[in-house]
């Protein structure tokens, strides 16, 4: 599975970006879709996932630092994953990552997932 990621930029604290990640292929590899942040100096850190269980179902996950001013979806028929970020602080600056795993559930840890798309920059300034 390949992942493409887009959407970051520079942005002022208070702004929003839509990022995006489109997989090669829709299939039990893409069960969970998720995105991951790593600023400089700092480890990978999760920051959303969401888990299409069929139909119109699906299951998100949020860390604490983000709920309420992120919000990820799915489009299935586009193999696509985005993450609408509202609100954004200088803290959210860093590199996005998407990544995708067969498991039925959302990890919440990087070593979780098995396929990575290249990183996006987010840069927020105050």
């Known amino acids: 599975v390949q992942l493409q990621a887009s959407g970051g930029g520079l942005v002022r604290a208070g702004d929003s970006l839509r990022l995006s990640c489109v997989a090669s292929?829709?299939?039990?590899?893409?069960?969970?879709m998720g995105w991951f942040r790593q600023a400089p100096g700092k480890e990978r850190e999760f920051v959303s996932a969401?888990?299409?269980?069929?139909?119109?179902?699906?299951?998100?996950q949020y860390t604490d630092s983000v709920k309420g001013r992120f919000t990820i979806s799915r489009d299935v028929a586009k193999n696509t994953v985005y993450l609408q970020m509202n609100s954004l602080k200088p803290e959210d600056t860093a590199v996005y990552y998407c990544a995708a795993d067969p498991k039925l559930r959302i990890g919440v840890h990087a070593g979780e997932y098995t396929y990575w798309g290249q990183g996006t920059q987010v840069t927020v300034s105050s």
């Open positions: 292929e829709r299939s039990v590899n893409t069960n969970v």
């Open positions: 969401i888990k299409w269980s069929g139909g119109s179902v699906y299951y998100t």
